[in-house]
């Protein structure tokens, strides 16, 4: 007979509410320090969940504006859910984590992907575009994101965290700031800035803590913005539910942290991916001195076996020349490349769709390096899943077809 | 009754011997002008095969050594079979190539990758290797490679022209040797050098021209090294036999070039792929204006549907930082993100196997961008396929377990 | 900011409780008939969840007995959640629906694979092996199922509705019994019976009717066993989440009914799949005169994009002829040739691991049928992801290993 | 530099020619028969090739007209090359085959699909249709197939042997005949036969043997129709290049044989598939006992990593109902349900395309068992790959299209 008696519901280790305000909740915490305090202990094998609020800590509403993310408050993203103690974790060994599921709250069944405004986030082109701040809602409908703002396109997500890590070391983090400040240092005058140095203002450790404590935290914390040796925020498609990754473990207990959850993202994102609060299940494990063993300078990981498979792409190509601006020849490099790939891309995406940018920045597209060994030009693809598409987008004798879908999203400035 | 009446060979419109030096040979050149006039004509819709030496025109061999890769003649290369024209292809018009089949020559079922000397040609860790000349030879046997320089490992190849293109007019061709140029006047004491300049010395045409057309060509025309708006040596393993690409016309007759054919490349290469001589099988249309049609500012592609497919994989990080040397720090940089996930690859490979940079730079390794918007680190992935190799690599509680394959390669200083 | 303002949760139009037994509950019926009044009327285009109990309807247990597996009661399964009618479907429409997702609840992460008793359900090998009741629990961890009945294995599920079906009309109804009481009564004393005629006892209809019409439903109701024209019980494991399906509709509204959740199955059951308790999530379209338009005798469907891949497999051949017993040459027969696959692939599995046939019955195995032309032998292929092992399995020189995994499952009869 | 000095080609070990008549040509041979000495011998690791005629030995033509496939010979079909003897191979020893490639001649770019006519050869439909005489031509063009008789269709090739297998030992041949004759007498007036005896007629054995053996041969050898214990003529679509397969041994030697080439087919076929002569290439080793250390009664296989991948696909279900004919009700009989799956593929396909049963026939369709408990209708369905034709043949609103190509087939009785 099936009762309850032997059914053991996985326990939920922090729990959040998506609709508040990430600074009224326990348990979120902004800044990578080691002296935050594990929020939660696990032993090695247990299944469990870990609530996370959407990245911006409930900043942005289900609407058809985009002043939320015009004025979004950058100073207190990400809001990261941890840390998570492991029992017998200890610096030098590796920190298995199973992702076993990554899922939105069933009272929030959507996110969105927004595009920042030149001067409060910027993005991968804010500069060229003088960006202006836009938005599209996605509906989440079980394991398919469709949305009223780019209409005629649906797909499987690839749901992952965006940022998952384990806590620095205290020796890690003076590396990580010093490296970093010097480079922001070097740019003075950036708009966007190219790197964020640790910032009081905004800085959250979720927990009552002395004070002493918590300005050190505040006036020392790494921001939570790049990817970096512990994992962070590296916004990696296949870190999904299913894939198992090994982390370096840098102080005791590991102290894992994760948040910034999407339902779905590429290869490519000209600002954040489908964005969404929900829910993370975990199993974790522990390698003794696996950072040796491994030669664990950053994660490595196991992808999923459940990713979504869309085998028909048209694959677009880019080199390391501004071909579409200035002409400018650039040296290998790959970041340039890889602006021009997507800039083809939206060129073709153009001539058949609406808002082909926020799709690009959501669908699981794909962006492979080619070698880079052809100097002076890298060369990069950009590879988009045909199936996600209901009408056929294909390059025919007869061009192109672009569908009147009417108005569908406005940006910050009221342009379409 | 089966007979050969209805039997219709497809015609072979270059023929070539891979084991005769390539200035020898009738239908090879190894540098991009609009006044080579094609070698051959083809009708749209007609199947053609298309003989092609190796990139460096017979100067490897199938040995122990690697002094032949040191020494090798880099002036001279790649050789291209080509031009072949189209029938009523015009500028701004897309040529439309299927690439049916690529395949070694039977008389030569090997191949082979190298990595160059520093100080000639270079490569991808050139100045961190302080690069001496290495060989790995690669036997076919069929679909698959194996090696006896590097034991333990067997994978499918995904064969593709490394460099395929359509001619250059002479406005293009000016604007590639003015942006080079003024790259190399900046860099102009780089060893390797950034990029290479137009070179009299080892130019050729593969056909009896007038001396002034062929100085005017030797004079001008754009070396192969790297990828350009026409395609070119984009190194991409997607390009594979049945995939389906779309070329932007320049010149009356597009004047199609192919070589550099690969056995197999993954999305990382420290100089070259599994490089080999052999046939490739072509058929084309023609899209009239496709230039404007598909905003087709450079090739794009429809993969194929035979490329190998081996799911499981492990996966490695790398980070816009310097994490192998001196810690830097780099602003958004794809193609540094790119190796230090190469180093974190050839760090945990190191306690698996042997040769394992020449591995990495044969096999099917996927490499994607992360999304670039997490300042300053671009995050890049460095996906290995598990099935190509005899043993298990998985990361395990016991680490990992090197076989001893005994002395299998020699580099071109006698060190292993 | 986010608020809960335009957040719309998906209802669920049925609610039941996977511990308490399905004829205690509503909305849950278990034969086919056209006079089962819907129990929910939803619109196209609609998103909505369906609650499920187990097929049983909360008869098995989680414990290391396989009793309740012996003394299940079958004359009251499948316990069916709904019907749901849809706004304007008609007979002769085809209703379109897309399979949303499918999971278990939060608070019975788990399911089981049972094999039926000789005499109380049978099985594919009832005869063959004079089937006693075994059972294995298995854990769900997120995308993952693991048992500790059968240690050594882990994989993603690729969840499904083994049960989901259109009512039919009144004529189809009476076309499906007249056939299949013509098969029972010409193998009248067949243990277990070939087929299961409509049965009073056990009978259920979810809902309060008027006695006339809940007894007319009871004499003439068709079991749930088979799949039919209408779908049914199909047991197809890619007919999973994510997919779309296309039903031919007999009565207004189509009253779709659904059950029998499958956490996994492959193509081969000896009983059933790992069955559960959970949720479905539905959306639905109608296609006017479809069944016209398409010539849709059956359902037809598009599979899901997020299916588990697991590429490396290790593939058994079976061919009709009864080469583990008695040596008869069937004629064609497509059924001996999959038992024969299946023997195949237990023989082999009897070497690697225990309760190979629970496996076999649960994960998600594939089975092809060769080409059926090859007098007098069909050939069926089986195929055995390699992935799903956390140990090697392939032939190797030096023979199979057993891996010792200590007792872990009991049959009814107290045998391993 | 590059000589043919060390490149060693791989050795043809049995040469044909595809336009000549099999009984022409030596190491062809028709039966299986211990007897039959080695035609060639390799060592375990060698890599060679085996040349093939089609499977009716050069009897059908490129041509508009299938007259020869309704007055096809089959009594000298079909025509194997081999048998190749490993040395070392002895009974109970499993034989590894690794088939590392399978292409046609480069002077035979073509192949073919027919139907046989009712009388002379039958297959799946036969009786159902009537069978007439039908073929289509298919051009290979390079991964590619293509037909002028089933126009908008373009799918690459899974290439594979349809028929490879060990020698029998006498024991076993004697097992295979004894059964065979005992099904063909007891169905002794079938039109087409159920099975097909020993047969003097026609039979070959590809060499100059002493006339006692050589008639010996002739009485005793086993047709090669089906497939047996030793693998024969099996149509596994899977069993293509890349794949490796373990083999039972009967004989010393092992004395394997190949023949009955595809381009193409799927896990469909009415009677044939893409037939083809070609070249197929081979590396072999052996496990010592291998028969026991895998309990192998029949072979078993690992797919190839280069089997073309079509995500997208649309299925069909089939039911062991008659559903097109009487209604009759069988008893969980698949080859019943497959052939109910495929004609519900073929009145799909009918509303979109021509020819669709020579279509179905020679596509990469794949067909799976669903479970069979499900009393008493096994189901089985059929997946049809979307990407392979050139339109969009998705169920629609609007209904289905099918496009006009004019007259393109024609059958022996001059019906389209």
Chains 1, 2, 3, 4 share one sequence.
């Not at 996370?52 to 950058?74: K, M």
């Not at 799709?359 to 890298?378: F, K, M, R, T, Y």
């Not at 192109?400 to 910050?412: N, T, V």
Request: charge should be negative; charged fraction near 20%; glycine fraction near 10%.
């Amino acid at each position: 007979m099936a009762t309850a008696a032997n059914s053991v519901t996985h326990p939920t280790l922090i729990q959040v509410d998506p609709f508040v305000p990430a600074l009224q909740q326990k348990g979120l915490h902004n800044r990578w320090h080691p002296d935050i305090p594990p929020f939660a202990t696990v032993k090695p094998g247990e299944v469990f969940n870990i609530e996370c609020v959407d990245w911006t800590g409930a900043q942005i509403g289900n609407n058809d504006f985009s002043d939320d993310i015009r004025d979004v408050d950058l100073t207190s993203v990400h809001n990261l859910s941890g840390p998570i103690a492991v029992e017998g974790a200890e610096p030098g060994d590796c920190l298995v984590v199973d992702i076993l599921d990554v899922k939105p709250f069933d009272k929030m069944p959507w996110g969105y992907t927004g595009i920042f405004e030149l001067e409060n986030g910027g993005g991968l082109f804010a500069q060229e575009f003088q960006s202006r701040a836009a938005k599209a809602i996605w509906d989440f409908e079980g394991v398919y994101a469709t949305s009223r703002h780019i209409p005629g396109v649906r797909f499987a997500g690839v749901s992952h965290p965006g940022l998952i890590g384990t806590a620095p070391s205290h020796e890690l983090l003076a590396t990580w700031n010093k490296r970093e400040v010097g480079l922001i240092e070097a740019h003075a005058n950036a708009v966007p800035p190219v790197a964020y140095g640790p910032l009081v203002k905004g800085a959250n450790v979720g927990q009552d803590l002395p004070g002493d404590v918590r300005q050190k935290i505040y006036r020392e914390g790494a921001r939570t913005i790049p990817g970096r040796e512990h994992g962070g925020n590296c916004d990696i498609k296949n870190l999904s539910k299913g894939s198992r990754c090994y982390f370096p473990v840098f102080v005791k207990g590991a102290n894992l942290s994760v948040g910034d959850l999407h339902f779905s993202q590429g290869d490519l994102s000209f600002c954040g991916a489908i964005e969404m609060a929900g829910i993370i299940k975990f199993k974790t494990s522990i390698i003794k001195g696996g950072v040796e063993k491994f030669a664990l300078k950053q994660p490595i990981f196991l992808p999923s076996p459940v990713d979504p498979l869309y085998s028909a792409k048209l694959i677009f190509e880019g080199i390391s020349v501004d071909i579409h601006g200035t002409g400018k020849q650039y040296n290998m490099d790959a970041t340039v490349a890889y602006k021009q790939a997507a800039l083809n891309a939206i060129a073709y995406l153009q001539k058949v769709c609406i808002n082909e940018y926020l799709l690009l920045s959501a669908a699981p597209v794909e962006s492979h390096v080619g070698a880079i060994v052809d100097s002076p030009n890298a060369c990069v693809t950009l590879a988009l899943p045909l199936g996600i598409f209901e009408h056929d987008i294909l390059p025919k004798a007869e061009g192109l077809k672009k569908l009147d879908f009417g108005q569908c999203a406005i940006r910050s400035d009221g342009i379409l």
